[in-house]
């Protein structure tokens, strides 16, 4: 062997060595991260304030009672449309409430308002001023909905069928309101009066943004300097089956929502005769444009936004070799996407998305659609539209996110629980400036195919589940009663 090729095999022998080492020690890294990673230990091991918490024993009176309460809701069609709303069923589900929650409408904790003619702005008095106070939110009306679409039950009769509840507003978001309405009437029933003060919002017209029931709700509070500790909304959901290859159910809490931006494009051309078409028609060109749209999807972002922290809190729920590739986000997130962008359902959390004529994303995506569309005969205008919203906190000092999620390990035991994002937007994009923690989730049970009822047809859910719901939200407002969290017993590792 010549001195030269000596020379060269040492350094392809280095190379090698230094390859291997640098393998080894990522492999060794990120297998005791695989093996030690539980962000779920902290809640279980800390030892919470001590306290006498009121139980709920639901009997079958109750039962029937309660089941028929939530029915009528479904039955008025409160309907919202890019037309307007139905006002004279706003005002009819504004008698029901009243009719329905005695108590709540006369109890001297209890202050009501009505705010822009159909919403509802309530104040439970807390015996605690210097507690902060939070806010429960929900919203009145629904999107359209017609038989004829294929629904198996008229879409506002209530149906019962094999123990579901078909109806618009069964999981978006009548059921959520009914069931803090009645935990609440069944609280104060049971002589039960609050140490930390609270708010609960229903607007009237969260289905075309909000703008005049959320708002003015929201302006209310600021003219009186209300700040909030944090706000609940309608969101995220317990997935059952719906993430593969996740071992149990998963309760995800949304820190955020996607922004969102209605963006026209438009083409003018020079008038002419059908009979002397020009070589590209205004159709032509705008067909194009939005050919160019579809084909070329907006750069992924997976991994830069809260969707890490949602794989690790489930990490230690998934198999080898899942496991290993979810608690090491930091080295596979760009194969992980590539994966999850193959699936219509996922493709939302990996990027901004794109419809023909509605853009899911922030403003800023305006830049990237004209560079996409590429022809300066198309002209590209923002319509209306918002950034994403910030991160609410998720760590073991969130006092937010840590009651509720207490308050879901108490009545699913069995169920891991997440942050997430939302890829939809709710009326609690509108309290941002009253406080810097807002989750949205509710205790909706959904298995493989329910994700697609939302907005869908077939709308419905369980008995069981909805009594659920009224359990969750009796527990939350009493926890949230916890004048402070536990101390930290956090067992996540930072790379």
Not at 56 to 80: C, G, M, N, W, Y
Not at 231 to 238: K, N, P, W, Y
Not at 425 to 440: A, E, G, P, Q, V
Request: glycine residues 8%; hydrophobic residues 40%.
């Amino acid at each position: 062997m010549t001195e030269s090729n000596f020379q060269v095999y040492k350094f392809v022998k280095l190379v090698f060595i230094s390859v291997f080492i640098v393998f080894l020690s990522v492999f060794t890294i990120a297998s005791i991260r695989t093996l030690s990673l539980d962000v779920n230990v902290g809640l279980q091991l800390a030892r919470w304030e001590k306290t006498n918490n009121i139980s709920l024993v639901i009997d079958h009176h109750q039962r029937e009672e309660l089941l028929a309460k939530f029915k009528e809701a479904i039955k008025i069609p409160t309907v919202s449309s890019e037309t307007g709303g139905n006002t004279s069923a706003l005002l009819q589900f504004g008698q029901f409430l009243r009719k329905a929650f005695p108590t709540v409408f006369s109890s001297s904790l209890v202050q009501h308002e009505m705010v822009a003619d159909y919403s509802h702005l309530f104040y439970v008095r807390g015996s605690h001023p210097d507690l902060v106070p939070y806010m429960l939110l929900a919203h009145i009306d629904v999107v359209p909905a017609n038989e004829s679409d294929g629904w198996e039950a008229p879409p506002f009769s209530a149906k019962e069928i094999n123990g579901f509840i078909y109806g618009r507003g069964t999981i978006d978001d009548k059921n959520s309101l009914m069931a803090i309405l009645q935990a609440l009437e069944y609280l104060l029933l049971k002589g039960y009066a609050p140490r930390r003060g609270f708010y609960i919002g229903f607007g009237h017209d969260e289905e075309i943004r909000g703008f005049s029931g959320a708002m003015n709700i929201v302006r209310v509070l600021k003219q009186r300097n209300v700040q909030l500790s944090f706000v609940l909304d309608e969101g995220l959901a317990v997935m059952d089956g719906i993430i593969s290859g996740l071992e149990g159910p998963a309760a995800l809490i949304g820190l955020s929502e996607k922004g969102s931006a209605n963006v026209k494009l438009s083409v003018s051309t020079a008038p002419g005769h059908s009979s002397i078409p020009p070589k590209e028609s205004s159709i032509g060109i705008l067909a194009g444009a939005v050919k160019r749209l579809e084909d070329n999807p907006m750069p992924r972002l997976f991994g830069l936004g809260p969707e890490r922290t949602t794989f690790e809190h489930l990490a230690h729920k998934f198999s080898l070799p899942l496991k290993f590739v979810m608690s090491n986000f930091w080295l596979f997130s760009s194969v992980l996407s590539r994966v999850l962008e193959r699936k219509p359902d996922m493709n939302a959390f990996v990027r901004t998305t794109t419809a023909v004529t509605i853009f899911n994303g922030g403003v800023k995506v305006m830049d990237l659609i004209e560079a996409t569309v590429g022809d300066p005969r198309v002209k590209v205008e923002l319509v209306d539209g918002f950034d994403p919203l910030p991160v609410s906190s998720a760590d073991e000092r969130s006092f937010g996110f840590q009651i509720i999620k207490k308050t879901v390990l108490d009545l699913f035991p069995t169920v891991t629980v997440a942050p997430g994002i939302c890829i939809g937007n709710t009326d609690s994009r509108h309290f941002k400036d009253l406080s810097k923690d807002i989750y949205r989730f509710s205790p909706n049970w959904f298995k493989p195919g329910d994700v697609q009822r939302f907005h869908g047809i077939n709308e419905r859910i369980s008995k069981k589940n909805y009594e659920e719901m009224i359990q969750f939200y009796f527990n939350l407002i009493q926890n949230c009663d916890t004048r402070k969290l536990p101390e930290p017993h956090s067992s996540v590792h930072e790379l």
